[in-house]
């Protein structure tokens, strides 16, 4: 249809509108120009944010640059023009306080793409997703007996670190598991920074679930005994 002809249907539709045409909104009609002069495209633009997050897919793996990390945990990272985030428990398997343990402001780093939510804008990212988990070789440790530094304490136990490095795995071990008599409070037993040997009774990756034991350490044999 040419814009003359189109200009010709705009004026002719006025006659059946009660108000004045100059009193109207502009009407956009494709391939014309609308009362207000103004020519049409024919395409409705999406957002600028829908626009560039066109062809992300979960399960993508992307490479981007940390833009921001905000004072709330959450990481932002620029991919291609889009902003997406990291929560801090995508950033690593081991425990971490803070985003800045992993991540800086400027870092390139190569990420999974979680979900692709584009009615919100919002495309979570994943760092752990792409390593290992720690957790599937701690598996095949049950049942040896390990030295580690009891991390925190708790009404219901202590806590030890079973692995060498500071932000390394740790697990409980409950009061029963402290001493072969009963055990109120954890710190009548143990201090906070102490080595303590536990057995290592279980771990399930799938509960991020590790039980310990360090009554049941001192029954056992030496063998395969290791301090972290």
Do not use: Y
């Not at 640059?65 to 990291?86: H, K, L, Q, R, W």
């Not at 795995?169 to 710190?187: Q, W």
């Amino acid at each position: 249809m040419s814009c003359s002809a189109g200009s010709r249907r705009i004026r002719r539709s006025w006659s059946a509108v009660s108000r004045p045409p100059s009193k109207m909104r502009p009407t956009l009609f494709n391939g014309m120009r609308g009362p207000a002069g103004r020519k049409c495209s024919g395409v409705v633009s999406a957002p600028p944010g829908r626009a560039r997050g066109r062809g992300l897919r979960r399960g993508q793996v992307i490479t981007g640059t940390v833009t921001e990390i905000a004072s709330f945990g959450v990481t932002f990272v620029d991919i291609g023009g889009f902003t997406a985030v990291i929560n801090i428990p995508e950033l690593s398997w081991r425990h971490i306080n803070s985003p800045s343990d992993i991540v800086t402001v400027g870092q390139e780093i190569t990420a999974e793409i979680l979900d692709v939510d584009m009615a919100s804008e919002r495309v979570p990212l994943s760092l752990k997703a792409l390593q290992a988990d720690p957790m599937q070789d701690l598996a095949r440790q049950v049942g040896q007996i390990v030295t580690g530094p009891v991390t925190k304490l708790v009404p219901f136990g202590a806590f030890v670190r079973i692995e060498e490095s500071e932000n390394g795995l740790e697990g409980p071990v409950h009061n029963i598991e402290l001493a072969d008599g009963h055990v109120e409070r954890p710190e009548d037993v143990v201090r906070l920074g102490e080595a303590l040997t536990v057995k290592i009774l279980e771990v399930d990756p799938t509960r991020r679930r590790i039980a310990l034991s360090h009554k049941q350490a001192l029954d056992g044999a030496p063998k395969g005994h290791r301090h972290t």
